[in-house]
């Protein structure tokens, strides 16, 4: 297995990604963030290429999701609205203002005909889509709605609270399905497993609650390891799953036997936001505060599996049997530990470096700068400074400016002006000239600069020795030269 495997380059934007859905039926990948954007992206070994830049909210838009063929896109904002947006050509389908009494942040994609939505005060509404009306509203949440999951079968929505709590709702029915009793911690992530038979959930503190499907009461399992809070959680197979925690790694859990099986990625100690697994099964895509959508190659717990009669000749050839999943996994692992993942900016590589300076009027040039290379940062509009609730707790990460990106799409749906070489035009609000030229900043930079840097060597020893306090806080320190995996 080569740890060093081409995979789609990463989209970096200004501000900080909230969530990250990838389109079932085809390769785009579609990005929310704090400012009310949404971008729509398509990906590929060759480099990624942007499809739309929207900006369809007044405020930061929380969640979004594709619809079942692909064709539509559902965003859900801070400003109380949701909205369904065109795919292929970026317009505006519908759009539902004051949906909920309080911001939303979460809008799911149930079937054709039923799109949910939860609010911060823990209410949720199931939408008739062909009339743009919510058919069913229920209440029986007093905290904000972290996720939810929908089991095709049953005709089941399940959703997780902050205030501890495991909601079951039949999408046919005005009443509730079950509630779960108060699990004493928030309830940040939920999976379905086991096909069907196990309900997963993430918690604060590191703990994956286990359902059995049917006895909602209480969890019947509980799987502790983590060290810090479960924000998401990407199923791959009816017993392994991708979570994401605040710790910034992304770990390969396997369920029944529990256990650690690999890490899938790394967001260097930032927590993730969405971890969430592309149609092909080939990429995942993770958001953090780093203000960059990650892509990491997972296509190797799918292909892992051969035909018998080739596993047979394989083996007779070169005497060794195939790797399996888990193998594969903590062999990948170690790749992602001891190696730097290279990081692009938005289709932009490395080999071409963004020298970005600014003249006494405030003007931005960029010393290196094509059409085939565009980078996608997006500052924030003036109303985008509120915050509170999920949006309080993204940190700003200081990067580097690059160039105006092209003209942004008003909510009206049109394009705003932009001059012949693809830049805003000077009236726009998009928050553009507020970099400052201070000599204390120029001063500041400047000693980061001369401080030096530690060597490759030493990265990796302070990585590893990180990781692996992380990954089992109540073990004593492990003996210089053992590996990081040799507990998992």
Not at 104 to 109: E, G
Not at 454 to 470: G, S, V
């Amino acid at each position: 297995m080569d740890d060093n495997a081409e995979r789609p380059k990463s989209l970096k934007f200004k501000e900080p990604v909230i969530d990250v859905a990838f389109s079932p039926t085809s390769d785009l990948v579609a990005s929310s963030l704090i400012t009310g954007h949404i971008f729509i992206h398509q990906y590929s070994l060759t480099g990624n290429t942007r499809q739309h830049r929207l900006k369809p909210h007044r405020k930061s838009c929380r969640s979004l999701c594709f619809s079942g063929d692909g064709l539509s896109l559902y965003t859900a904002s801070k400003d109380k609205s949701w909205q369904s947006l065109d795919v292929t050509t970026g317009a505006e389908l519908s759009r539902i203002e004051e949906a909920h009494d309080k911001a939303i942040n979460i809008v799911k994609y149930v079937n054709e005909q039923i799109i949910a939505t939860g609010d911060e005060l823990g209410g949720i509404k199931l939408w008739d889509i062909r009339q743009n009306k919510p058919a069913f509203t229920f209440k029986e949440h007093v905290d904000y709605i972290s996720d939810m999951v929908f089991n095709t079968d049953k005709r089941h929505l399940l959703a997780t609270s902050g205030d501890g709590c495991l909601s079951v709702y039949d999408v046919r029915k005005s009443k509730p399905f079950h509630v779960s009793e108060n699990q004493d911690d928030e309830l940040l992530s939920v999976a379905i497993m086991r096909g069907g038979k196990k309900v997963v959930v993430g918690e604060t503190d590191g703990v994956l609650g286990i359902f059995t499907y049917g006895q909602f009461d209480d969890v019947t399992d509980r799987f502790p390891g983590h060290p810090q809070s479960i924000d998401s959680i990407c199923k791959l197979t009816e017993d392994m799953c991708v979570t994401g925690s605040s710790d910034g790694l992304l770990r390969i859990v396997q369920l029944f036997p529990h256990k650690l099986v690999g890490v899938a990625g790394d967001h260097k100690s930032l927590p993730v936001e969405k971890v969430v697994l592309s149609y092909d099964q080939q990429w995942l895509a993770s958001c953090s505060h780093d203000h960059t959508v990650h892509f990491w190659d997972i296509g190797y717990i799918f292909n892992d599996g051969v035909s018998d009669e080739d596993e047979n000749e394989d083996a007779d050839a070169n005497g060794d049997e195939q790797l399996d999943a888990q193998a594969i996994a903590i062999q990948v692992s170690k790749g992602i530990v001891d190696d730097e993942p290279e990081i692009d900016i938005d289709g932009l590589s490395d080999g071409s470096e963004l020298r970005v300076r600014s003249d006494p009027e405030g003007s931005v040039d960029s010393s290196d700068e094509s059409d085939d290379d565009e980078v996608d940062i997006v500052d924030s509009d003036s109303d985008s400074g509120e915050s509170d609730g999920a949006d309080s707790d993204v940190k700003q990460a200081t990067i580097d400016l690059p160039a105006k990106p092209p003209a942004l799409a008003s909510p009206n749906g049109k394009e705003e002006p932009s001059d012949a070489n693809g830049n805003d035009d000077a009236s726009d609000s998009d928050g553009w000239g507020s970099w400052s030229d201070s000599d204390d900043e120029d001063k500041d930079s400047s000693e980061k600069r001369r401080k030096p840097k530690p060597t490759k060597a030493e990265k990796q020893k302070a990585k590893r020795a990180a990781l692996a306090e992380l990954a089992n806080p109540d073990k004593k320190k492990r003996a210089s030269g053992a590996s990081f995996f040799a507990d998992l």
